[in-house]
């Protein structure tokens, strides 16, 4: 640091022997009367918020953003009509088909016409479907295969029925055909088993009994009842026959 | 009263101006501080007239925000780091003023010399002018340089003050100090070989 100041020995000399520029011989009154100047600003001064929120200012804005967003609105809107429109490329309609042959059209109109038709009959012919299960049920619990015989050629009748209902329609072929084989199905299986409690609940919707089930039964007149009552009687003593005997 | 406050220091007038709103404190702080920062910014400017208003820009300064001198720091560094902010502002005021109003008068592209006013034969004395060439010397060493070397061959302030009052370490005020010797003597070079 020494041997700095030696080396610039001259410029220190020469800076240190400049003569003291001294204040004006009025500093003293002239700062006096800025200050009170000042002071006097500084008392008129508003706050900030007061400068913004003063009408004077306030009304302007305002003014400005008004015309500002009417601008923007009608200068989006011009500039979509400047567009020019053979430049724009054409929408693709997806509802439209180009078709070169006729036949195809109404084929296709066709198809349309039984498919909805479909869709139409199709809750009907599943609603009676439910009802063939039912049936189709009751008949495996009941004993006496006559009367199960009976109710099948009684559902038959119905299918049959519901054959010429549905040709009437104008139901397809097919679509028939796919009916048939699923009523088919639940009446024509080869063994019948018991259904249980928890098949009617999913069928119906609600719990059935098997005596519930059994909606078939006779009603037997005096005698019958009679009978019966000495038949049940035979076969109890029949019964406790054989138990004394073992 | 003013006796006693003549002989308080500094730091206790403007605690006592801070406090107690006693304007004569701060005037002792004016009597004393106005020739040195008149002198620090005279040889920063080169202008009188422009130095005498940033000098009383600086008092105002101090007058209005007496409040945010904290006791931690000298008063002199203070009250030289708001002289020196102001004479830089008004420096490169200046000098963006001199570029335009020379560029902006007259045909295109034609530029104009000014009068060198610093230098009058009839006025200046002898020592006066070599004042003068100095002066002279001192505006053309790069602003950074002549602000330490002011603060420390003219004004005689410590390393450690001026690092305070131009907020940079006193290393960089070191090396600063040497660059702007170095440029003024090469400057000067003429008035050596006298």
Redesign the interface.
């Known amino acids: 640091m020494e041997n700095d100041e030696k080396k610039y020995e001259d410029v220190i000399k020469a800076l240190k022997g400049l003569q003291e520029v001294k204040a004006p011989a009025n500093f003293e009154a002239d700062l006096q009367r800025r200050i009170n100047s000042e002071n006097i600003s500084k008392e008129e001064k508003k706050s900030f918020w007061q400068n913004i929120f003063s009408p004077s200012r306030l009304i302007p804005s305002l003014g400005l953003v008004t015309v500002a967003v009417v601008i923007f609105f009608v200068v989006d809107t011009n500039s979509e009509e400047m567009d020019n429109p053979f430049l724009i490329e054409p929408r693709v309609r997806e509802d439209v088909f180009a078709v070169t042959d006729f036949e195809e059209v109404e084929k296709k109109q066709e198809e349309l016409s039984k498919q909805k038709l479909l869709k139409k009959d199709s809750p009907v012919i599943e609603q009676r479907t439910n009802e063939g299960q039912l049936r189709s049920s009751e008949l495996k619990t009941s004993e006496d295969e006559s009367i199960a015989g009976r109710e099948k050629s009684d559902f038959d009748e119905l299918l049959t029925d519901e054959k010429d209902d549905s040709q009437e329609q104008g139901l397809s072929s097919g679509a028939y055909s796919a009916v048939e084989s699923t009523l088919t199905t639940v009446t024509e299986s080869p063994q019948p088993t018991a259904p249980t409690e928890a098949d009617a609940e999913v069928t119906t919707g609600q719990s059935i009994t098997k005596d519930e089930l059994n909606f078939r039964q006779i009603q037997l007149n005096e005698e019958q009842q009679k009978a019966v009552n000495e038949l049940k009687n035979q076969v109890q003593s029949l019964n406790k026959t054989s138990k004394t005997q073992k | 009263m003013d006796i006693k406050l003549r002989e308080l220091s500094d730091e206790e007038l403007i605690l006592e101006f801070q406090k107690n709103n006693t304007e004569d404190a701060f ?1 002792i702080l ?2 004393r501080y ?2 040195p ?3 620090f910014v ?2 920063f400017l080169g202008d ?1 007239t422009a ?2 208003d940033v ?2 820009e600086t ?2 300064k101090v ?2 925000y007496k409040d945010s001198y904290s006791s931690v720091a000298k008063f002199s560094t203070w009250v030289y780091t708001i002289a020196g902010n102001l004479a830089r502002t008004e420096y490169r005021r200046q000098r963006r003023q001199n570029i335009f109003s020379i560029n902006d008068y007259g045909e295109e592209h034609q530029t104009y010399d000014l009068p060198d006013e610093t230098y009058r034969p009839d006025v200046a004395t002898d ?2 002018i ?2 003068e060439i ?2 002279k010397a ?1 505006l053309k060493v790069k602003e950074t340089y002549r602000e330490a ?2 603060l420390r ?2 004004q005689g302030l410590s390393y450690e003050e001026i690092s305070e009052i131009l907020g940079v370490n006193e290393g960089t005020v ?1 090396s600063r100090i ?1 660059r702007g ?2 440029q ?2 090469e400057l ?1 070079k003429s ?2 070989k006298e």
Do not use: E, H, P, W
Request: with cysteine; hydrophobic share 45%.
């Open positions: 005037n004016v009597q106005k020739n920062l008149t002198n005279f040889r009188y130095c005498a000098v009383q008092m105002i007058y209005m020592s006066g070599k004042d100095i002066q001192l070397v002011i061959d003219i070191k040497n010797r170095a003024l003597q000067l008035i050596y």
